[in-house]
């Protein structure tokens, strides 16, 4: 069983800038999970990608997201880093960390609210 725990949410200015981490953990060992990242779900939409990153570092980013957020990861720490520049009203909503480890695993969620 992963556990995720997220950090870094809350209200920004359109224009601004956030940071969000997740840090994975187990009971036993994890080493090698595959992929990790963060999704979205906005009021009254569906959960959608924002950015996937690879134990190799390779990383995958929703168009609408490609030139302001940057994905990293520290395989050391387990940890996954989300960088959210330039944020606009439309990302708002509830960003949930994601990875893969034999099956998806989430976490609970954390509120990125971008005003204009």
């Known amino acids: 069983q992963v556990q995720l725990v997220e950090s870094g949410g809350g209200l920004v200015q359109a224009g601004g800038s956030l940071r969000l981490s997740c840090a994975a953990s187990?009971?036993?060992?994890?080493?090698?999970?595959?992929?990790m990242g963060w999704y979205r779900q906005a009021p009254g939409k569906q959960r959608e990608l924002v950015a996937l990153?690879?134990?190799?570092?390779?990383?995958t980013y929703a168009d609408s997201v490609k030139g302001r957020f940057t994905i990293s990861r520290d395989n050391a720490k387990n940890t996954v880093y989300l960088q959210m520049n330039s944020l606009k009203p439309e990302d708002t909503g509830v960003y949930y960390c994601?990875?893969?480890?034999?099956?998806?695993?989430w976490g609970p969620g954390t509120q990125i609210t971008a005003s204009s």
């Open positions: 994601y990875a893969f480890f034999g099956r998806p695993y």
């Open positions: 187990a009971s036993g060992s994890i080493f090698g999970i595959a992929h």
């Open positions: 990153v690879s134990s190799g570092g390779s990383a």
